[in-house]
């Protein structure tokens, strides 16, 4: 076995992994997928209070972020994961100041404030209250869809870009294109502000989200391991390019202190349909549905307050009833090149080459094709049902969308300084289509996608 040392590492790999380090920064940092707290600390007065020690504590990861107020008295936690958080502020001279209850969205600048008062910092004072609804920090409209909202209504086949149209200003022509089972690179997308659907820009974690012909949505996660996502439908920041609809930033689900799952299975079936009214009045039985999906998810810690996981995983099953749709075949006589049945429909064919009218309707066997012969005389060339002309024949189409998807993240707290995150998504869309004739042939289209940052 070969032994070498890790600290032989030259110059310009050195320097390589340091520029591939700052770009890879950059490209996070490009399109946020966390939250800012910030504010002002001042005295019963009204005055700044300078080097006021600042503290932010994720109550469901227990991990601490801190901070000093400077000249002004302004503090600032400006990339922080967003979940539930705690605020403590502390300085000499005065009672220190907690407040709870500090629930962060996607996006979000919350802008909390605190007046001290005179006392012993080993006193503390206790607020209980929520970040302000009112943004004035930013002048970005957008609708957060949490993760309650994402798993509570009901969607017809999971596809939570379908919950794009809660938000102001979304609307779509045909609502029924979101519940086709194929979020990924197909299904409805939201009509922002009367611009077209092609306009979206779809993020998820902060990197680019979107299949590159039609700009449709590259991978779309299960509503379960969604954690929340914010559809910004005006006057969004700099920050955020390539659109002119929305742009519909998603984050997915990290781990905690404590473990979380679930398990799921979501299924429609006929015999708990009622049919429809226009089979009623034409006496026509239900159609067949068998739809399925089923998975779960699973959150938790590696190491308390340091490192989490989250991994989930939904499969699909969408059986399409066949149905059964008429077409023509050639007659018998017609096979043989004999066309005299048309003529009691007043159907007179010609010679393509010079125009003359074939007597009786009947080709030539010199003219006739032999390979167009040996395929209308195969066995997979079907006779006719019926004595018709047209419609003799029928063919049954199936059509089938399966799909298994599933996500892995996992969240290091390095110090109170430096946080690290990776997550890796892959799914893969099946949908075969069967006919029962041989010479429709079957069908199928595949898509694999993987997702990664």
């Known amino acids: 076995m070969e032994k070498r040392s890790a600290s032989v590492i030259s110059p310009h790999l050195s320097l390589w992994i340091v520029c591939a380090t700052v770009f890879l920064c950059g490209l996070v940092v490009g399109q946020e997928v966390t939250a800012t707290i910030n504010g002002i600390v001042t005295d019963p007065s009204g005055g700044a209070v300078v080097g006021a020690k600042v503290t932010a504590k994720d109550l469901d990861r227990g991990t601490v972020s801190q901070t000093t107020t400077n000249g002004d008295g302004f503090y600032t936690f400006p990339r922080l994961p967003i979940g539930r958080y705690e605020l403590r502020v502390e300085s000499p001279g005065f009672q220190a100041m907690v407040q709870s209850g500090i629930l962060l969205q996607l996006n979000q600048n919350a802008r909390i404030d605190f007046q001290l008062k005179v006392g012993n910092v080993s006193e503390t004072l206790e607020v209980t209250a929520g970040a302000p609804v009112l943004q004035t920090q930013s002048t970005q409209v957008g609708t957060v869809i949490d993760q309650r909202t994402n798993t509570q209504l009901p969607l017809a086949t999971r596809n939570y870009v379908q919950l794009t149209l809660l ?103 006929d015999k708990l349909n009622a049919n429809r009214w226009d089979f009623n009045f034409l006496g026509t039985k239900r159609p067949l549905l068998r739809w399925n999906e089923f998975g779960g998810t699973l959150g938790g810690p590696i ?138 042939y079957n069908s199928f289209a595949n898509y694999p996608t993987h997702n990664g940052v």
């Open 167 to 269: 938000s102001p200003g979304a609307v779509h022509p045909d609502p029924q294109g979101f519940e086709n089972g194929q979020a990924t690179g197909n299904g409805a997308r939201p009509y922002i502000n009367g611009n077209r659907e092609q306009t979206n820009n779809f993020i998820l974690d902060g990197v680019d989200n979107n299949q590159v012909s039609d700009n449709l949505v590259g991978y779309a996660p299960s509503p379960d391991a969604i954690q929340e996502f914010n559809l910004i439908s005006q006057n969004a920041s700099a920050e955020f390019g390539n659109f002119m609809g929305g742009i519909i930033s998603t984050s997915i689900k990290a781990g905690s202190n404590a473990y979380h799952g679930n398990v799921f299975e979501f299924f429609r079936n």
């Open 303 to 440: 190491k308390h307050d340091k490192l989490f996981f989250f991994v989930d995983y939904q499969g699909q099953r969408f059986d399409t009833p066949a149905s059964s749709a008429g077409f023509t075949v050639l007659t018998l006589l017609e096979r043989q090149g004999n066309f005299s049945e048309l003529l009691t429909r007043g159907l007179q064919i010609r010679d393509p080459r010079t125009g003359i009218p074939y007597p009786n309707n009947v080709i030539p066997p010199s003219q006739l094709s032999p390979v167009a012969t040996k395929i209308v005389t195969s066995q997979y060339y079907p006779a006719p049902l019926n004595g018709n002309l047209v419609n003799n024949q029928v063919n049954t189409s199936g059509t089938q969308s399966n799909a298994d998807q599933g996500d892995a993240r996992v969240d290091w707290s390095i110090s109170d300084k430096d946080r690290l995150f990776g997550r890796y998504s892959q799914s893969v869309l099946d949908i075969p289509t069967t006919n029962s004739q041989p010479l429709m």
